[in-house]
């Protein structure tokens, strides 16, 4: 077999490998406002965030969730609830939950989140992901607000995270970027809460951020990353070239 063509299957099989079986089931995307993509938004008495449209910011799309006070009871956030087939397939195939965010401002440990929670029948695990903004303005993604898995992205700009669970072990792994960057993590027990959401979980926090994408995947395929993509065109450009010749 022509080397170029060879080089190319491979790197397809590698982008395609994992997750063959995957499926997105909720997903928000770009300055689209979450209402119209089958979310629906749940807020707390004293809320106070500003939604809005945010349009080429770093030259990203994004719907902005932006606390203005750090009233108790204030948290907003944009929930959907998953079927008992979406929590099967999860428990077969495993899941992914998955953001591209750009934190504007947050607490501690926790206030612009991603959650899912199982129904504790189908599938009992729970994830949480909090992005906050350190003193320096660079984000650090929490999981589970337990304070000991905790990542430094170094980044004032949108960060995807990738959360990707496995339950052959029951736990997951996080990717930044598209880069492994913690492993095996335990996930919380589900509570029987039943959901996925994003936005401001918490209150008496300053909580902002802007979401160019929040997702909840059954199946553990990750989005390849530019550097993949290019790789693998640059392996089909090199066996087209060499057919040619």
Known sequence: MNRGIALALVLTGLLMT?????????????????ASEGFTLTTAANSDAALTPVANDQGYDAWQIADTTTASFDSSTYNA?????????AATDGFVLRARIRALAGGAVSGNAVEYA?????????????????????????????????????????????LVYDPGTNNADLYIDGVEQVSDIAPLASLNLNRFYFGDNQSDVLSSANYNLAEFQTGQKLIPEPASLALLGLGTLIAVRRRRA
């Open 18 to 34: 994992t997750g063959a079986r995957a499926a997105v089931v909720f997903s928000h995307s770009g300055n689209n406002d979450p």
């Open 81 to 89: 609830t998953p079927s008992a087939a979406n929590h099967t397939a």
């Open 118 to 162: 199982g129904d504790g029948t189908n599938l009992n695990v729970r994830y949480l992901l909090n992005v906050v903004v350190d003193t320096d303005g660079t984000a650090i993604v929490t999981v589970n607000v337990n304070g000991t898995t905790t990542f430094d992205t170094g980044s004032t700009g949108y960060v995807l995270y990738e």
